[in-house]
C-alpha cells in the first residue's frame, strides 16, 4: 500500500467520527422559574454631583452666616441697651447734684441774709433792700442769677475766646462761669465807657478790624516803622499806633488769603490747620494790643518787636527771625556748673540778670503766645509780600 492510500484512509475516519459527534442530541435548557414581581429594586448611587455638594455647602455656609449676624444684632441691641440705660443714669445724677447744688446755693443764700438781718438788726441799722445788693449780686452772679446758663464746655471756650484762663487753681464749673460773666460785664463796662468818651472827645471809638482796639489806625503810607525806639512821648505813641496798624493789616491779608481758597482745600486736614493757626494767632494777639492801647509795654520786649516789624517791612526776613530768636529765648547761654560761690557771683551767674540776653518767652503764657504769634504772622508776611532776595527767605 502506498503513501496515497494511506492518507485517503485516515481522512475517511477522521470524517466519520465528526459527523458521529454533530448527530448527538443536544441537553435541553433548564427552564427559569417566572417571578411574581416586575418592579426592579433601585440601587443606591456609587457616586454624588459636584453640584449638589456645592449646594449643600452654600446652604450650610448661609445658615451659618444667618445665625452670626443675629448673635451680632443682639450683641449690639444689649450694648446699645446699656448706653442708654447709663447715659440715664448719668443724666439722672447731673439732674439730681445741678438740683442739690441750686438748692444748697439757695439754702447758704437764705442763711447769709438772716445772718446780715440778724447783725443789722443787732447793730440798730435799717434793713437792707434788695437793690443794695447790687455789689454782692455782681460778685457772685453766675447761671441762675440773670445771666443765660452755659454748659461747661460753653464756658470754656468762650473764656478761651476772650484770652483768659480756662480753669484756675481749685475753681469749679459754678465759679468758673461767675468769673466769666465777670470777665464780660468788665469788658462791657470799658467798651460803653470808650464810646463815651469817644462821644466826649476824649478818645476814639473801637476798630473794626480783626482785633478791635482804641487807637487810632494810621494808612499803610505811615506804616514805615523806624528802626529804634523813639524818646519822645509823643513819638512813641504814635509808634504804638504803627505797630497796631500793621498787625492788623497782616491779620487782614492773612484772613482774605484764607477765604479765597477753593472748598476743598478749606475742608482739608490742612486748610483746617491753617484757619486755627490764624484764629489761634488772632486771639494771643489781643493781649499785646492792650499793651499797645495802655502804652505799658516792656522797653526790652518793645525794642526787639520793632526791630522784627522794621526788618519785615525791608523783607528781610531772615534778619527779623534773628530778632525774634533774640527776643523769646535771649542769647546768653545757661550757666552750667558752678554759680555762686560764697556770697560772690559768678559772670555766668551775672549774664542771666543782663536785659538783651533774657528769655522772653519764659516771662509768663501771654507773652508766649503772643510771641509765637508775632512769628507766624512773619512767615505769613514772607509769603505775601516775598523777598527779592532769595536768601532773606526763611527756612
Known amino acids: 500500500m502506498d503513501f496515497a492510500a494511506l492518507m485517503s484512509k485516515e481522512i475517511s ?49 448661609n445658615e451659618e452666616q444667618a445665625r452670626l449676624a443675629a448673635a451680632r444684632a443682639a450683641r449690639h441691641a444689649q450694648k446699645r ?6 447715659a440715664a443714669r448719668r443724666r439722672d445724677r447731673e439732674d439730681k447734684k445741678r438740683r442739690l447744688a441750686e438748692e444748697s446755693r439757695r439754702r447758704r443764700a437764705a442763711e447769709e441774709a438772716l445772718r446780715e438781718r440778724e447783725r443789722r438788726r443787732r447793730l440798730g441799722l435799717p434793713e437792707r433792700t434788695p437793690a443794695g445788693d447790687g455789689e454782692a449780686a455782681a460778685a457772685g452772679a453766675g ?29 469749679g464749673e459754678p465759679a ?34 480783626p482785633i478791635p482796639t482804641t487807637l487810632e489806625l494810621v494808612p499803610e503810607v505811615e506804616m514805615k516803622i523806624p528802626a529804634t525806639v523813639p524818646k519822645e512821648a509823643a513819638a512813641k505813641k504814635f509808634l504804638f499806633r504803627q505797630l497796631a496798624s500793621y498787625f492788623t493789616m497782616v491779620l487782614r491779608e492773612w484772613e482774605d488769603a484764607l477765604a479765597k481758597r477753593d472748598v476743598s482745600v478749606k475742608q482739608s486736614l490742612q486748610g483746617r490747620q491753617a484757619l486755627n493757626a490764624m484764629v489761634q494767632s ?35 526776613y531772615v534778619d527779623a527771625n534773628d530778632a525774634y530768636l533774640r527776643l523769646s529765648i535771649g542769647k546768653a547761654a545757661w550757666p552750667i556748673g558752678v554759680t555762686m560761690v560764697g556770697i560772690h557771683e559768678r559772670s555766668a551767674r551775672e549774664k542771666l540778670h543782663q536785659s538783651d540776653q533774657q528769655a522772653h518767652i519764659l516771662s509768663d503764657e501771654s507773652t508766649r503766645k ?3 504769634s508775632i512769628k507766624r504772622c512773619l512767615s505769613f508776611a514772607q509769603t505775601r509780600w516775598p523777598p527779592d532776595d532769595q536768601l532773606q527767605i526763611m527756612g
Open 282 to 316: 488772632r486771639e494771643n494777639m489781643k493781649p499785646l494790643f492792650r499793651k499797645f492801647e495802655k502804652g505799658d509795654l516792656d522797653a526790652g520786649v518793645l525794642e526787639h518787636v520793632v526791630e522784627i516789624v522794621h526788618k519785615a517791612q525791608l523783607r528781610r
Open 81 to 86: 441697651k446699656a448706653e442708654d440705660e447709663e
Open 370 to 372: 503772643y510771641l509765637q
Open 176 to 209: 468758673r462761669a461767675r468769673r466769666y460773666w465777670r470777665v464780660v460785664r468788665k469788658d462791657d463796662s470799658d467798651r460803653e465807657k470808650g464810646a463815651a468818651a469817644a462821644a466826649a472827645g476824649q478818645r476814639p471809638q473801637w476798630t473794626d478790624g
Open 143 to 171: 447761671p441762675g442769677d440773670g445771666h443765660e446758663e452755659l454748659a461747661a464746655e460753653e464756658v470754656k471756650q468762650r473764656l478761651r475766646a476772650l484770652g483768659e484762663p480756662v480753669t484756675l487753681f481749685g475753681e
Open 13 to 61: 475516519k477522521a470524517k466519520a467520527s465528526a459527523s458521529a459527534t454533530a448527530q448527538k442530541p443536544s441537553p435541553s435548557p433548564t427552564p427559569a422559574p417566572t417571578t411574581t414581581t416586575t418592579t426592579p429594586t433601585t440601587e443606591p448611587k456609587k457616586y454624588t454631583r459636584r453640584a449638589d455638594l456645592e449646594a449643600a455647602r452654600l446652604a450650610a455656609y
